[in-house]
Structures are given as structure tokens and as C-alpha cells.
């Protein structure tokens, strides 16, 4: 058994995989690829996280070629770094693997969250996500999504140096929450927002529990975001009204048996949709105005596409409307070329489940 990562740099897809624990028994070692295993558990974690990941594979994959083997996070891993690899995973034998996270991630996240689960439960998440994010109920949003884009603008003026991608992290932030609970009060969300900044900065930190580590600052944080949320949902259980949000979709759900989810659920999958959500949505927003920076007449054209509409609601005074967004097809044509192009994901984990042979490695 094994967790695969997908690693994006360089305009290449980088794959890894963890291999089973009785890596260690020779007798069932098979031909695994070159590399090296590092010190025993830590593996090779602290050669990634002292200088830049790029650099760390793209040296090893320079010394041992395309497939090779390494220990990071805790984990024995291999590293596929061809697309006709990544298809093998993805595509042509995607039966012989299943979506995985580190036992670290999974513990930060929660177990119940649908990343960690297939099945009934996963299919059932999956449409509790798909439709309390679908563009039904998106639209409704779009005022208040605009509200959100224009403070943040507003935040970046007084000729100040901004890191774009982490002041869009805060921008995703809020338009997460404002889908998974409505109109959130202020204090509250402020309170869940610093603690799920420091959470997040140990997603993919070593899992070393130790007092001062970013792991372990990390599991405390998710402790606080915890009695954050059961308090949130105790609220809107007391008022028992419906409202069409995520968290409103959690607590009305029921399975085929006419039981619901419990709070640790409900809890879980919160946080596993701002995981998902905030990182790769600012992620590509970043891409997008990048693309935009570097091309001038592409500026120019979306400015002229973008004005009758800025005019038409009195030079912004008005909220832009969803038919208003369904009519920019040039700004629409960016946003989807740009996705194309730009590789918005970091990490994500496969898992073999059961022994693998590619290219005569196993």
C-alpha cells in the first residue's frame, strides 16, 4: 500500500508513490527504483524543507532519472516524472489506486472529511459539496462575492507591496466562508480565520508533535477552530431554521436509513472544503492576473469588455448581476485559458492498493 503525490513544477506533473511498509523485509523488496531513504523515519524531510522544493526534486530526479525513490513526511515514496506515468496512475490503471492524504494531513483536516473516504459516504459528500457549490447557488452570491473582490482591492491602495497570492488567500478565504455559513459575524470569522491560517501552515509540515513545532501550533489551532465550529452549529441548531448554505446542507442531511451526520462530520467536512477551496482557487486568480500583467493588449481588451458594465451600474455603485457575468466572453475565455496553462495544484496523494510494476519497477 502506498500514497502517490502529485507535484507540479517546471510545466511537469511530478508523481510520487508510497510504497508499502515492508519496504523494510528484503525478501519483498522487488526492483524499486534508485534513490536514496535518508535517515531512518525522518527519511529526506529535512532536505525538502531546507531549500526550495523545486530544486530538491528536480536534483534527484537529474542523478536517478525519471523514477526514483525518497522518504519524506514520514513516508517511503517514489517519484514518476513523466506524463505517460501520471496517465498510468490517473487513467489507464486508475483501479489500482485510491485518493489518500498523509496520516498527518488527515489528522489536521479530520477523518471524516470526504477525502479520506470511498463509497457510500464519499458519493454522498460529494453531492452535499457539488450542490451547495453549483452555480444555482452561486449566483445568488454574486453581489456579495463582488463586495468581497472590491474591499480587498481597497485593502492593496496606499502604494503598499502586496504578496498577491497571499492577500488572495485571504479573498478565497472570505468567499468560502460566506458559502459554507452565510453571513458570518465578523468577530467570529476573524477568530476562525487566524486559527485556520496557522493550521494551514501545517498541512505539510513534518508530524513531529513536540511543543513549538509548526505541527504541532498547528493541531492546537484545529483544536480552537473545532470548539469555533460546534459552537456555530449549536447556534443554528437552537434557531432550527434552513438556510441554503453548506453548513444548511450538512445539518438536513439524511441517508437511506434517515440518519444524519454527526457534529464531528459536519465539522470535518468544513474544514476539508476551505482546504480545498482557498489554496488552488487563489492559486489560479494569481495565474490569471499575472497573465494579464504580462500582456498589455489583453489588458486593454478586457478594460473595454468590462466598461459598458461598469457604467451601466452606475460606475459601480450597483452590484454586478449574474447575467452581467454570463456576458464577458472574452474575460471568461482568460479565466479558462488560464486554467489550461497554469498548474494550480501543489500536492495531491494517490494510494496503491495493492503491489504496482511500472517500467519494470515494483
Known sequence: MGVIILYGFFCALLLFSLFKKH?????????????????????????????????????????????????????????????????????????????????????????????????????????????????????????????????????????????????????????????????????????????????????????????????NTSVLARKKIGQILFEIIRVRKEKNSVQNDFLGSLLNFKDEKGEILRDDQILDNIIGVLFAAQDTTASILTWILKYIHDDPKLLEAIKKEQKPFFEANDGGNLPLTWAQTRNMPLTNGVIMESLRMASIISFTFREAVTDVEYNGKS
Open 23 to 215: 519496504w523494510g523485509k528484503p525478501q519483498q523488496r522487488g526492483n524499486l527504483p534508485p534513490g536514496s531513504m535518508g535517515w531512518s523515519y525522518i527519511g529526506e524531510t529535512l532536505q525538502l524543507y531546507s531549500q526550495n522544493p523545486d530544486v530538491f526534486f528536480a536534483t534527484r530526479q537529474k542523478r536517478f532519472g525519471e523514477i526514483f525513490k525518497t522518504h519524506i513526511l514520514g513516508y517511503p515514496c517514489v517519484m514518476l516524472a513523466s506524463p505517460e506515468a501520471i496517465r498510468f496512475v490517473l487513467v489507464t490503471k486508475a483501479d489500482l489506486f485510491k485518493p489518500t492524504y498523509p496520516r498527518s494531513k488527515e489528522q489536521l483536516i479530520g477523518p471524516s472529511a470526504i477525502f479520506f473516504h470511498q463509497g457510500a459516504y464519499h458519493s454522498q459528500m460529494r453531492k452535499l459539496v457539488q450542490g451547495s457549490f453549483s452555480l444555482k447557488i452561486i449566483r445568488n452570491l454574486v453581489p456579495e462575492i463582488e463586495a468581497i473582490a472590491m474591499s480587498t482591492l481597497e485593502s492593496w491602495c496606499g502604494g503598499k507591496i502586496v504578496n498577491t497570492f497571499y492577500e488572495l488567500k485571504k479573498f478565497t478565504f472570505d468567499v468560502a466562508v460566506l458559502s459554507i455559513f452565510g453571513d458570518l459575524d465578523s468577530p467570529i470569522k476573524e477568530k476562525l480565520r487566524k486559527n485556520y491560517c496557522i493550521l494551514d501552515k501545517g498541512y505539510n509540515s513534518f508530524p513531529l508533535s513536540l511543543p513549538g513545532t509548526s505541527y
